[in-house]
T-cell receptor, first 113, second 113 residues
Framework: GENVEQHPSTLSVQEGDSAVIKCTYSDSASNYFPWYKQELGKRPQLIIDIRSNVGEKKDQRIAVTLNKTAKHFSLHITETQPEDSAVYFCAASIPPGYSTLTFGKGTMLLVSP | DTGVSQDPRHKITKRGQNVTFRCDPISEHNRLYWYRQTLGQGPEFLTYFQNEAQLEKSRLLSDRFSAERPKGSFSTLEIQRTEQGDSAMYLC???????????FGQGTRLTVV
């Protein structure tokens, strides 16, 4: 089955800095890669996703890049703010037709004012 | 309908007891997923429904676990003869047929004592 590795496990940055979280996946058939943000005690919330036919996607301060050849994808957060502090999970899913996600172990992002 | 809802939010039970959780997906979503999340880990896939049909079950889903979605709307997850290792957050998610994006509920936190 699919295996998703996520690094780093913790990331501390100063407010205004950029943060990058990296994931690798094992199954080349995976074609959908979402990122979720989970604040303490709350539900995982989808923040951005990318499909295998796209190399990069951006939404305001958040961007995701995908390298299918190397089987890795990354989350980039620019101009970090204290409210970005949370655990971020990457995930991958294999077709056809439905989305049962394999998640990474998460990255705890701490943004200091 | 503001999102996926789960009930109860918290459940404490004695080892050996049976427990049942409920998930109400977003109303227009025909796909429903159950995941389990333990502390410091990403969600792990348990099972998936499309309408009332249970299409996939993880090997994590032992024979003590059973899930149903009788009318293709809400779903229940039952754990029989609970064990301390069942203590976790049980998350439900839903998505629609034509889009991969899965939206999570708040989860049910199970503690087996």
């Amino acid at each position: 089955g699919e295996n998703v590795e996520q690094h780093p496990s913790t990331l501390s940055v100063q407010e205004g800095d950029s943060a990058v979280i990296k994931c690798t996946y094992s199954d080349s058939a995976s074609n959908y890669f979402p990122w979720y943000k989970q604040e303490l005690g709350k539900r995982p919330q989808l923040i951005i996703d990318i499909r295998s036919n796209v190399g990069e996607k951006k939404d305001q301060r958040i961007a995701v890049t995908l390298n299918k050849t190397a089987k890795h994808f990354s989350l980039h957060i620019t101009e970090t703010q204290p409210e970005d502090s949370a655990v971020y999970f990457c995930a991958a899913s294999i077709p056809p037709g439905y989305s049962t996600l394999t998640f990474g172990k998460g990255t705890m992002l701490l943004v200091s004012p | 309908d503001t999102g996926v809802s789960q009930d109860p939010r918290h459940k404490i039970t004695k080892r050996g007891q049976n427990v049942t959780f409920r998930c109400d997906p977003i109303s227009e979503h025909n796909r429903l997923y159950w995941y389990r999340q333990t502390l410091g880990q990403g969600p792990e896939f348990l099972t998936y429904f499309q309408n009332e049909a249970q299409l996939e079950k993880s090997r994590l889903l032992s024979d003590r676990f059973s899930a149903e979605r009788p009318k293709g709307s809400f779903s229940t997850l039952e754990i029989q003869r609970t064990e301390q290792g069942d203590s976790a957050m049980y998350l439900c998610a839903s998505s629609s047929t034509n889009r991969e994006e899965a939206f999570f509920g708040q989860g049910t936190r199970l503690t087996v004592v």
